[in-house]
T-cell receptor
């Protein structure tokens, strides 16, 4: 059973839509992450937050906008996405950014039409 | 940048032993982690090696040679439930000064009766 939850689990959106992905961790961790997992490709780190402050932005296009209101919640706001953005988006948390054990949520399967 | 190489697929039978290799190139190396991901599930942490040598956790063991930039995951007494994808990941110094994880493409392990 995971201490990291994500909603929605599945999302289909058009290229002109605006949607948000939500992640919540119940582990008391201080660092949270967004990853993108596409078929046949490794997990790609997108953003890292430490104590609500963004510490890493891995050259992610501006159509992906993260928000971290507190250490337990993380959002990924999506707008004017492209079909190639279709992927599994995974949220993870860890005690702190320098801790190597990360706990992943189940992911949101995103399809962009 | 960082790069990792691991086999795309490995097959084995129940009760057998299988070794999944991982070679990496990175700067600012801290350690090597292994994660398991079942189809449709979240990646789950298996092991972490910061120092050379073998770490054993039940049926799973992980090895690291820093001088060779090489590690492996050893799975013993294979069970059907071990069929999953296995990812190696290097911890290295990110732009923020904190460590970040870079994942390999994953090895799909198929265990047959």
């Amino acid at each position: 059973e995971t201490g990291v939850t994500q909603t929605p689990r599945h999302l289909v959106m058009g290229m002109t839509n605006k949607k948000s992905l939500k992640c919540e961790q119940h582990l008391g961790h201080n660092a949270m992450y967004w990853y993108k997992q596409s078929a046949k490709k490794p997990l790609e780190l997108m953003f890292v937050y430490n104590f609500k402050e963004q510490t890493e932005n891995n050259s992610v296009p501006s159509r992906f906008s993260p928000e971290c209101p507190n250490s337990s919640h993380l959002f990924l706001h999506l707008h004017t996405l492209q079909p190639e953005d279709s992927a599994l988006y995974l949220c993870a948390s860890s005690q702190e950014p320098s801790t190597d054990t990360q706990y992943f949520g189940p992911g949101t399967r995103l399809t962009v039409l | 940048g960082q790069s990792l190489e691991q086999p795309s697929e490995v097959t084995a039978v129940e009760g057998a032993i299988v070794q999944i290799n991982c070679t990496y190139q990175t700067s600012g190396f801290y350690g090597l982690s292994w994660y398991q991901q079942h189809d449709g599930g979240a990646p789950t942490f298996l092991s972490y090696n910061a120092l050379d040598g073998l770490e054993e956790t039940g049926r799973f063991s992980s090895f690291l040679s820093r001088s060779d930039s090489y590690g492996y995951l050893l799975l013993q007494e294979l069970q059907m439930k071990d069929s999953a994808s296995y990812f190696c990941a290097v911890s290295s110094r990110g732009n923020s000064g904190y460590s970040t994880l870079t994942f390999g493409k994953g090895t799909m392990l198929l265990v047959s009766p």
